[in-house]
C-alpha cells in the first residue's frame, strides 16, 4: 500500500523554492546593476583621460552572465556571483537583528564575491597568483544588503535590513573597492 507524501511537505518546498528563486533574481538583478555602474563609470573615465597618452587603462570585461572584470592601473577586480542561495548562519551577527527576527526568509542570502588581482597575472597568465577576496555582498529577498569585507569595502554597509542595493549604494562600492 503506497502512502501519500505529506501535502504540508509539499506547500512547504514550494514556498522555499519560490523564495530562492526570488533571491537569485534579485542577486541576478544586483550584479547586472554592478555592470551597469561599471560601464557608466568607464565612459565617464574615457571621456575625460581618452586624450591623455599618459593614462593608466580602465577596462571592463564582462566575462559571463555571473561576473565582471574591471582593470585599471595594476590591479583586477573580479564581482562574481555564485549561482546558489545561502542561508546566514544561526550565530551570525545579522540573525540577531530585528530585520531577520521579523521575517526569517530575510536571512536567505545570494552572494556576489569582490576579488582584487594584480593586472599582470592575467596578462602573463600567471595561475598561481593568488587574488585576495575583499568583500563578499549579501542580497535578499527585499533587495536589502549586507557587506562583509576588508577596511573600506566592509565598514560601509553593515546595516542589513535598511538599505537597498540600489545605483548609489552601488556606485559607493565600487569606488570604495577601487580604493581599496
Known amino acids: 500500500m503506497e502512502s501519500s507524501p505529506n501535502p504540508d511537505l509539499f506547500k512547504i518546498i514550494n514556498k522555499k523554492g519560490q523564495l530562492k528563486q526570488l533571491v537569485y533574481r534579485n542577486t541576478l538583478d544586483s550584479l547586472n546593476l554592478i555592470k551597469k555602474v561599471i560601464t557608466d563609470m568607464r565612459k565617464d573615465y574615457q571621456k575625460n583621460y581618452a586624450a591623455d597618452p599618459r593614462a593608466i587603462p580602465f577596462i571592463q570585461q ?4 555571473f561576473e565582471v572584470q574591471l582593470q585599471f592601473a595594476g590591479d583586477v577586480l573580479i564581482f562574481s556571483m555564485h549561482t546558489n542561495i545561502f542561508e546566514f548562519s544561526r550565530y551570525h551577527e545579522v540573525m540577531s ?4 527576527r521579523e521575517d526569517k526568509n530575510r536571512s536567505y542570502c ?3 564575491n569582490i ?21 563578499r555582498i549579501f542580497v535578499n529577498k527585499d533587495k536589502c544588503y549586507f557587506i562583509e ?11 542589513f ?8 549604494a552601488v ?7 577601487i580604493q581599496y
Open 110 to 112: 545570494g552572494i556576489i
Open 161 to 168: 535590513g535598511q538599505e537597498i542595493f540600489d545605483e548609489k
Open 115 to 135: 576579488y582584487n588581482f594584480l593586472a599582470d597575472s592575467f596578462k602573463y597568465n600567471r595561475v598561481n597568483d593568488v587574488g585576495y577576496l575583499i568583500g
Open 149 to 159: 569585507g576588508k577596511r573600506e569595502v566592509g565598514l560601509l554597509y553593515n546595516n
Open 62 to 65: 564582462d566575462r559571463d552572465e
Open 97 to 100: 537583528t530585528s530585520y531577520i
Open 171 to 177: 556606485r559607493q562600492l565600487v569606488e570604495s573597492a
